[in-house]
């Protein structure tokens, strides 16, 4: 993690932005990028080199350049230690940027904080620093253990990382500090030692939730003695996990309550909008925030780059796009041989692995000795794995890397160069966040945007204004919904005896939860407290992430080598029989799945296609919360129960996207109870938008595919993580009617996020169907890759029309867009 930024003019001597370009006429020696030098290259120039093609500069819609921008320094608040000061002018930092500073004086004054700002802004010192002041007064204190602090990051690779930066800065203090990551990972003996005298500890949440909090015994000295609680990326705790996390931390303030602790918050969050009300939300405490950010940044390039048309066909005859994985991995292997150090960031593991595998392929062409410099890094890697490949990246043997988000959350990649974005990431927060990874150190970056063929990417690549014009999102998260918070009750019932007096601690929801636990016993009052009445453990009711279940192994069915995990929810779409799997470079086909047993068989095969599973819905209103007219049409946001089966999945050509084949599945329908937004039409709209019943259900089917590809431009959400239906006379609303709803039980915030901001999502969504110049409708508007019906029936005008009636009488407080 990258304390400080460098100061003005220096640079990393291995950046490839402090040499000329490199040709690759000749094989190189010892395994090496040469490194002539010369004058420096900007990042345009490499954008240049990039689109030397003969059509690729026209894949290019937009170019933004962002200046470089000094930095401002501050005095070292006066309450830190002056050996914490020493350590980090040992490190060359002389002096905190100004919002490193007032983060700083927040803590040592007692109050929590959260520090909202760019990547690379320094924020790791920010909460280091008060922290380890605070081990060191620790340190003189008559009782063995003295003050401690907790760390916790969303993910495993960051906390690794953490404990690196952590034991570069403290090296002078000795053992005053004591850190250690406590995870999944780590041996048994390390995990006492870490009980026993460790003073920072670096964890993630899901360690909180199933170890140390139903464990609070065996941690009490920690925890009697905790004065911080770091929680770092906390933009990225939204959703269902977010709401999760929330309950984790009420559970850890309640039992360090019990031990006569009351920690001070330090969150660190990449830029969003509002993130001390967020971060209050998460903790339940008040949290100061700081968003100014004062450190230098680097020249940033960034280019909105859409990938051509083929002469392919895809579904009823639609004109077809080169895959965004494809070209991510033609731009990843030009940087290679360039010698420019690279990050891809692509949506998917099995992406992430294509990309790398295309990259490693082409770059054989090149010189034999450059694929092993190319590697892909996702979750579901065995531990050893993934700490393998982290250590190549720190020490400069890989120069291009495909990863998924797990490696976007703050890992120290230092020394990149370019950021690829294989597709939106989903937010304005996460695009940012993922392209500042490069430039770290104040240099000059690169970073593209190439954009998947759906209707999200297509319409940012060609509403630039909708990224660089506009403020990040706020983050999305909903502590008080019943199915995160009653598994939550019943661990902190059996932690400590939950009281009356606790219960307003876990949110005004809690109070009409107790009843319904104890009328399924999970919950006994016994005098003046409720208590856990089961034998086994109830933190297990609750899975934090959202997986739904026991994960499924991936085993090669030769060997019965484990390969790796996947959700239990993501199970039917990704291991179905016939999937193709990736893993390491290696492709695999699924043989059998088996849900009863959560293990899927594979075995190593070469198939020239990828595939994609597809699935049917059918929703059912059960309570409707809130209805707003619109003129004659009605938009509602309630409860609905939503069924849900994966029926049959694609072939498709890697490189095109072509589909080959479709194969019928025989999987069992799912039961999700949740949150969605709905809208109906009355017969007199439809004749108004000159819509007759053959086209009916084309129009609704289109407007419901295209509303779900634009919402996550509006709320912090995943196309994934909500799902739609839309039909020509529902039983419930006995009108036409398109159902987007959350995809996890009990909602996540997505959907009434989008019945509140339901206007401007409408509007963008019919301006990206009615802007695209396909005639009947495609990918990049009205199809979508997961529609169980095979994209049919589909209406494109029908659905600008059908958007166009349904808006023309929205509330006249709604405005569209700028």
Known sequence: MAFNHLPAGAHDALSPFSVTPVTHSVPMANNQLPRPTGVRPSPRSVLDRLTAGSDRAARITHTEHLPPRAGMHADWPTMIRPEVVAAARRVGIERPWRHQARTIEHALCGESAVVATGTASGKSLAYLAPVLSALLDGNEAPNRRGATALYLAPTKALAADQRRAVAELAAPLGTAVRPVVYDGDTAIEEREWARQYANYVLTNPDMLHLGILPGHARWASFLRA???????????????????????????????????????????????????????????????????????RGELVFALWEPPLTDLQGE???????????????????LTVQGVRTVAFVRSRRGAELVSVIAQERLAAVDRSLPRRVAAYRGGYLPE??????????????LGLAATTALELGVDVSGLDAVLLSGYPGTRASLWQQAGRAGRGGEGALAVLVARDDPLDTYLVHHPEALFRQPVESTVLDPDNPYVLA????????????????LELFGPAAPGLIPQLEARRLLRRRATAWHWTRRERAADLADIRGGGGTPVQIVEEDTGRLLGTVDAAAAHTTVHEGAVHLHQGRTYLVTRLDLDESVALVREANPSYATTARDTTAVTVLETTTEVPWGDSRLCFGSVEVTNQVVSFLRRRLLTGEVLGETKLDLPPRTLRTRAVWWTVTEDQLDAARINPEQLAGALHAAEHASIGMLPLFATCDRW???????????????????????????????????????????????????????????SCIQSPKCGNGNEPLHKRGAVRLLTTLLSKAPEAATPPA
């Open 226 to 296: 905790l004065r911080f609680v770091v929680v770092d990326e906390c933009h990225s705790y939204r959703g269902v996990f977010g709401s999760h996390v929330a309950q984790v931390l009420r559970r850890l303030r309640r039992v360090c309550a019990r031990y006569g602790a009351d920690p001070v918050f330090l969150l660190a969050s990449a830029t969003s909008a509002e993130p001390g009300l967020t971060a209050t939300r998460l903790t339940g405490v008040p949290v100061a925030e700081i968003t100014e950010d004062t450190s230098p």
């Open 721 to 779: 993580d909500i799902g739609g239906v839309s039909v020509p006379l529902h039983a419930d609303t006995l009108l036409p009617t398109v159902f987007v709803y959350d995809g996890h039980p009990g909602g996540a915030g997505f959907a009434e996020r989008a019945f509140h901001t339901a206007y401007t999502w409408l509007h963008a969504t019919r301006a990206a169907i009615a802007a695209c110049e396909c005639e009947a409708g495609c990918p």
């Open 316 to 334: 009823q005859g639609a004109p077809v796009r080169r895959t965004a994985t494809a070209e991510t991995a033609d731009l990843l292997t030009d």
């Open 487 to 502: 598994p939550h009750l019943c661990a902190a019932a059996e932690e400590l005896p939950l009281t009356e007096a606790d």
């Open 385 to 398: 794995e993934r700490r393998a490949l982290e250590r190549k990246l720190h020490s400069g043997e890989l």
